[in-house]
């Protein structure tokens, strides 16, 4: 029956008009740059009544033109105005960060780098300058990208400055200025060394092999790092934060103290209470801009006197006005410089390139999805920040990289060009020259509340989002980083985070093998319903178009690349000249991944899922889960990573709880196909599917030309020529005998000949009598006699089979209208030797057969032999390629 309720004939389609589920586009992808989370563009969603096809989200780009269809040079001078709202805003965001990270990158706590903040600023800025030049000039595959330095660098840049200082000593102040910043610029250019090296040797799909939770890990410990930092910066304190008796009473017990750094805290509060209702993505920066703003008219309205309020440590100090930009460049005197020392900080030197190194398979990915940028190539955004790097650490400059969320943020206000690239540049160098003066005017809250708030994002990221996302050992390792970061230092929280994951993955995975045990198509393994023959050589056709691969043992982050890989070689279509590739030689439709083996998968492999469905999806691929048990390790680890969700399908996903489900659904939307498209057929059908599930209905032709299309229409078009033509005014049981043995008579034999016309299967039907079945009944159990075959015209059969010592039953086969069953056993028998059945049959719908039993059969030899040869013969040919296709899938589920 049709899920609606009507009969399904031959010539309806075997899926309903109406989607009894909707698909829906991927959940989302995290982005651990500043610990936020971004969403992926949703595809478009349908409405309740139309069919499911595929939708592209659409390209992002500029705002249309304001100059309209102005002369092509009179085009070139406009588009520059056209990119000024984008520069702005990306102008407002450099500042914003430079306040924050720049006045932050010497440990101004310190005696030695009390003043330092203007240094700092100078230095992001240069940084800013050469990374936007080199992205913006063809260095990023990114038209609008922007870069700059990051916050997770600051720590490892303050251990650099600390060790140098126990290296030289406070009294050599001018030693130690020197040092540390030959140090930040060897660390610049060694960082981009790595990224050059990487990128060109194209060797970044290593960095997918670190653990991903490691990474949070380490994110995490860097969220501690500028919630402390915070208070540093905010209480005015002289020495860092030390976790005594002592410091712990100045803070809270020194009432002036603790008004300072609360009130930056308690801001930063604020602003994350403001985020639950407000979730545009200008509300960070346009907060910052105004809290300025807020804060002086405060001060105005109290009548306070401003140099007072700065004297009180509420407003960074005035900066000399006869500094000029570039003087931090005098800093730099080679001859001062304590090599020994520097050597000391080479091992924080290469656990920031190693950090650093971690981030930019993170940010690129992500801003191409954001973006709808497909096949990204991380290697060329590696050596695009090899010679970013390389270039500021020769000007003496930090670290940079792609920063997501300022480049989202400028791309979609109209910066989505290579030349809005560079005036974001030009206005950046021309801030920078304007001096750091601004220092001075700026309170000390808003310095404050920005690091206290990107340190309560990323420690939200690390220990909060991973609760019940990460397997339990995993989550462990997180606290352990961040505990060890805070305590111990930077260098040692990775060091020992490696170590433990190390310790937990042997724990995990020992004598693991390999994660795919075993690669199937549709035309080896198949379901286990009875069909018509004509749609078992339909189905031999185009089963190539099922792939199913069986995996087994634990999934982790370092095998699930290889699942990863295999599926990408299954949909290669090669390259322009050379169209020779998986997908041109055997295109598929649906993807099966059985998961019966799977002992269980870490965090990195259910994230790798959502990778998986959205690159299937890209090219209109199904991907079908099946052996997911519920309530399962793995079914939770996939639903938090967002591959599926309770109370809804999502667009190009589908989950069987056993792989025959799985295979069924598939061959039926192949097979819509076939009634869709093959010649009316004279003869009217009943329902050929058993809709045992929910089916949704498929756009299967999306694209007339695709190589999946013209395999279904040739299957079509050679399936069409194999129908026996017949009357229409045949009655029962002619029609069905016509039906179930019609054309496999005329395959058989070449010619049609006498004994295959409609007045063979005429005669035939003389020794059959009907049978009615009501829904449930049980036609015969296990061990009876086997004393008759079936033909069943209309409804299903479950053929069924005791499967543990409590004589529980597992469906075998589900058994379609136009088959017949029971016919081995019948021609094994005589009357001295009475073979018994296998199995239990029940009806599964009200039903109604046609029995051919022992005593017809023998009655139909002694009348004409040539007749029962002939049915024989067509009846253990149809058995033969039944028990074939049970035998594949049997062998398919003991391997």
């Known amino acids: 029956m049709h899920p609606s309720g009507e009969s399904v004939s031959e010539h309806q389609p075997l899926l309903s008009s109406t989607p009894q589920v909707q698909y829906q586009s991927v959940q989302h992808d995290q982005d651990l740059r ?41 085009q070139l001078l406009l588009r520059p105005i056209e990119c000024i709202p984008a520069v702005v805003l990306g102008l407002l965001l450099n500042l914003l960060d430079a306040i924050s990270y720049g006045m932050i990158t010497f440990p101004v706590n310190t005696a030695i780098f009390a003043d330092f903040g203007p240094a700092g600023i100078s230095m992001f800025f240069v940084s800013c300058i050469i990374a936007q030049l080199v992205y913006s000039c063809g260095g990023s595959a990114f038209d609008g990208v922007n870069g700059s330095m990051m916050i997770e660098v600051v720590p490892f840049l303050h251990i650099m400055a600390e060790r140098i200082i126990e290296a030289v000593g406070e009294e050599k102040p001018d030693i130690v200025i020197a040092s540390t910043v030959v140090a930040f610029a060897i660390s610049s250019i060694l960082t ?17 092999f670190f653990p991903r939770h490691i990474l949070v890990a380490t994110i995490g410990g860097v969220g501690w790092f500028l919630v402390a930092t915070g208070i540093e910066v905010s209480a005015r304190l002289d020495e860092d934060l030390q976790y005594t008796l002592p410091m712990l009473r100045h803070l809270f017990l020194d009432s002036h103290t603790f008004a300072l750094w609360f009130s930056a805290f308690m801001v930063a509060i604020l602003l994350r209470v403001i985020q639950r209702s407000i979730h545009s993505p200008m509300l960070v920066p346009l907060f910052f801009m105004g809290l300025p703003l807020a804060f002086y008219a405060v001060v105005f309205v109290a009548g306070l006197d401003v140099d007072q309020v700065r004297d009180d440590g509420w407003i960074f100090p005035l900066v000399d006005d006869s500094l000029p930009f570039w003087h931090f460049y005098t800093y730099f005197d080679l001859a001062l410089v304590d090599w020994r020392a520097v050597l000391n900080t080479i091992p924080v030197m290469l656990a920031l390139t190693f950090f650093g190194v971690l981030h930019v398979p993170i940010n690129v990915p992500a801003l191409g999805v954001s973006t709808n940028m497909d096949n990204v190539d991380v290697n060329r955004e590696l050596v695009a920040h090899g010679i970013s790097n390389a270039l500021s650490g020769c000007f003496g400059a930090v670290q940079n990289y792609l920063v997501y969320t300022n480049s989202l943020l400028f791309i979609r206000s109209g910066g989505n060009s290579r030349l809005a690239g560079i005036m974001l540049a030009g206005a950046t160098a021309v801030l920078w020259m304007a001096g750091p003066w601004i220092v001075g005017y700026i309170p000390v809250m808003v310095v404050g509340s920005l690091i206290f708030h990107l340190g309560l994002d990323l420690l939200k990221e690390a220990l909060v989002d991973t609760w019940n996302s990460v397997h339990y050992l995993e989550y462990i390792t997180i606290c352990v980083i961040v505990c060890s970061m805070a305590l111990l230092g930077f260098v040692e929280g990775i060091f020992i985070g490696i170590m433990t994951a190390c310790l937990f993955f042997v724990l995990q995975n020992a004598n693991r093998s390999q994660t795919i045990r075993a690669r199937y198509t549709g035309q080896i393994i198949r379901s286990t319903v009875r069909r018509l023959y004509r749609q078992q050589q339909f189905l031999n056709q185009v089963g190539s178009q099922i792939q199913v691969v069986k995996l087994q043992g634990y999934l982790f982050f370092g095998t699930i690349n290889q699942v990863e890989r295999t599926i990408r070689e299954m949909i290669a279509e090669g390259n322009d000249d050379n169209k020779s590739g998986s997908w041109h030689d055997t295109p598929i439709r649906f993807l099966v991944l059985d998961l019966q083996l799977v002992q269980g998968l870490d965090f990195s492999a259910a994230e ?59 061959e039926n939307v192949l ?25 949704t209905v498929v756009d299967i032709h999306p694209f007339m030309n695709s190589p999946r299309h013209q395999m279904l229409s040739r299957a079509v078009q050679q399936a069409a020529h194999e129908i026996v033509k017949t009357h229409a005014n045949l009655t029962q049981p002619t029609l069905i005998l016509t039906k179930s043995l019609g054309e496999l008579a005329r395959t058989t034999d070449q010619q049609p000949g006498p004994d295959v016309t409609v007045d063979f299967f005429h005669r035939l039907g003389h020794y059959f009598e009907r049978w009615a079945c009501e829904k449930g009944q049980v036609i015969w159990q ?22 543990n010592d409590k004589q529980e039953e597992a469906v075998v086969e589900t058994i379609l209208p136009g088959t017949i069953v029971g016919e081995l056993g019948l021609f094994t028998s005589s009357r001295s030797h009475v073979q018994k059945r296998t199995r239990s049959l029940v009806a599964d719908q009200a039903s109604v057969l046609w029995k051919l039993t022992q005593c017809q059969f023998e009655q139909m030899v002694q009348d004409d032999p040539l007749l029962a040869n002939q049915f024989v013969r067509l009846t253990l040919h149809y058995s033969i390629e039944r028990q074939e296709n049970m035998t594949k899938y049997a062998f398919h589920l003991l391997h």
């Not at 478009?44 to 102005?70: E, I, M």
């Open 34 to 74: 500043r610990g936020s989370i971004q969403t992926l563009p949703d595809l478009q969603r349908l409405p309740s009544h139309a069919s499911v096809s595929y939708v592209r989200p659409p390209k992002t780009s500029r705002p249309p033109p304001f100059y309209g269809n102005l002369p092509t040079s009179k």
């Open 192 to 208: 981009g060394v790595a990224f050059f090296l990487l990128g060109t040797l194209k060797l970044g799909s290593l960095i997918e």
């Open 608 to 666: 790798a899922f959502v990778r998986i469905r959205r690159l299937l999806l890209a090219k209109q691929v199904f991907m079908i889960l099946c052996n997911v048990s519920p309530q399962s390790d793995e079914e939770r680890a996939l639903k938090k990573a967002g591959v599926w969700d309770d109370n809804m399908e999502y667009n190009g996903l589908k989950c069987f709880e056993h792989l025959d489900d799985a295979l069924e659904w598939c």
């Open 671 to 695: 097979l819509r196909s076939y009634f869709l498209k093959k010649p009316q057929h004279p003869i009217p059908m009943t329902s050929s599917l058993a809709m045992t599930t929910n089916s």
């Open 782 to 803: 296990k061990d009876d006699d086997c004393g008759y075959l079936l033909v069943l015209e209309q409804g299903s059969l479950r053929s069924l089979m005791p499967f």
